[in-house]
Structure formats: structure tokens, C-alpha cells
């Protein structure tokens, strides 16, 4: 079978040419006029290309947020795990000074650890349905906290004019 006489499903051409377009180097860029170029040789139309890219853009803006959302989920377990450190480290500390042995420090170590290990586990659990769930009410969240920052701002600006 000849090379020209060979054809692809439309999956394994994406594929066959996204791993082309890598094989070029990390820092190729293309400018717009040709992707318009490369997609009308692919009998791709503006308007379908245009769509194409407005997709694209609300992906990785998606993309973005939900690195943003892991990011700050990590952050916060953190600071709950760095707080749980702390404040039992202390409360050991009393315990040992007025009784010479841990005894009531134990239920306050475990019950919080419990807590912060639930904690983990939604961190870090990987059900996708519990994940949006979660990042949708931090995006709700955001939304809400940008908007009221945003309100602010322009009743501060109203009263300074």
C-alpha cells in the first residue's frame, strides 16, 4: 500500500499533527494568519475556525481557574496542617509541664487529625463529580467576592468625586 493511499480517522490525524507541531521545537509560535492559512489548506472555514478558537479560549481559561483552585486547595491544607502543628505542639507542651505525661492532649491530637485527615482526602480525592462540585463553589465564591470588590471600589470612587 502506497503512502498516498493511506488514510486517517479524523482522531488520529489530530494526533498525527499535534505530535508533528511538537516535534518542531518548544518554541515555535504561530501567528494568526497562520493558523487561518494552515486551516484553510485543511478545508477548515474561518467561521468554524473562529468557533474553534472561542472554544479553545474558554477551555483554557477553565484550565487556568482550576489550577488556580488546586493551588489555593493546597494552600489552605497547609496553613490548617501548619496551625495543627503549631497550637498541639503547644497544647502538648502544657500537658507535659503540669502532669509530666500526655494524657487530655491525646483526644484534642486526635479528634483534630481526624479532621484535618478528612480534610486530605478531599484535597486530594480524585472523584470528578466531588472535584466540580467544589471547584464550582469556589468559582461561585470568586465571582461573588469580585463583585463585591468591584462594588466597593465604585462606591469609594463615588464618594471620592
Known amino acids: 500500500m502506497s503512502d498516498?493511499?493511506?488514510?486517517?480517522?479524523?482522531?488520529?490525524?489530530?494526533e498525527i499533527l499535534n505530535l508533528a507541531i511538537a516535534r518542531q521545537g518548544n518554541d515555535t509560535?504561530?501567528?494568526?494568519?497562520?493558523?487561518?492559512?494552515?486551516?484553510?489548506?485543511?478545508?477548515?472555514?474561518?467561521?468554524?475556525?473562529?468557533?474553534?478558537?472561542?472554544?479553545?479560549?474558554?477551555?483554557?481559561g477553565e484550565q487556568k481557574e482550576r489550577q488556580s483552585f488546586d493551588l489555593y486547595r493546597r494552600?489552605?491544607?497547609?496553613?490548617?496542617?501548619?496551625?495543627?502543628?503549631?497550637?498541639?505542639?503547644?497544647?502538648?507542651?502544657?500537658?507535659?509541664?503540669?502532669?509530666?505525661?500526655i494524657s487530655w492532649a491525646w483526644y484534642i491530637l486526635g479528634f483534630w487529625?481526624?479532621?484535618?485527615?478528612?480534610k486530605a482526602w478531599h484535597v486530594f480525592n480524585?472523584?470528578?463529580e466531588d472535584y466540580d462540585e467544589a471547584f464550582y463553589a469556589w468559582q461561585r465564591k470568586q465571582q461573588i467576592r469580585q463583585t463585591v470588590?468591584?462594588?466597593?471600589?465604585?462606591?469609594?470612587r463615588f464618594l471620592e468625586g
Open 149 to 156: 470588590t468591584s462594588l466597593w471600589n465604585r462606591f469609594n
Open 113 to 118: 487529625g481526624l479532621s484535618l485527615g478528612i
Open 29 to 60: 509560535k504561530f501567528n494568526r494568519d497562520q493558523l487561518l492559512e494552515i486551516a484553510s489548506e485543511l478545508g477548515i472555514s474561518a467561521q468554524d475556525l473562529q468557533l474553534a478558537e472561542k472554544e479553545w479560549l474558554v477551555k483554557s
Open 75 to 101: 494552600k489552605n491544607l497547609q496553613k490548617k496542617f501548619l496551625g495543627y502543628v503549631l497550637i498541639n505542639g503547644f497544647l502538648v507542651t502544657i500537658n507535659l509541664a503540669t502532669l509530666s505525661t
Open 126 to 128: 480524585t472523584n470528578p
Open 4 to 14: 498516498s493511499s493511506r488514510s486517517y480517522q479524523q482522531e488520529e490525524l489530530q
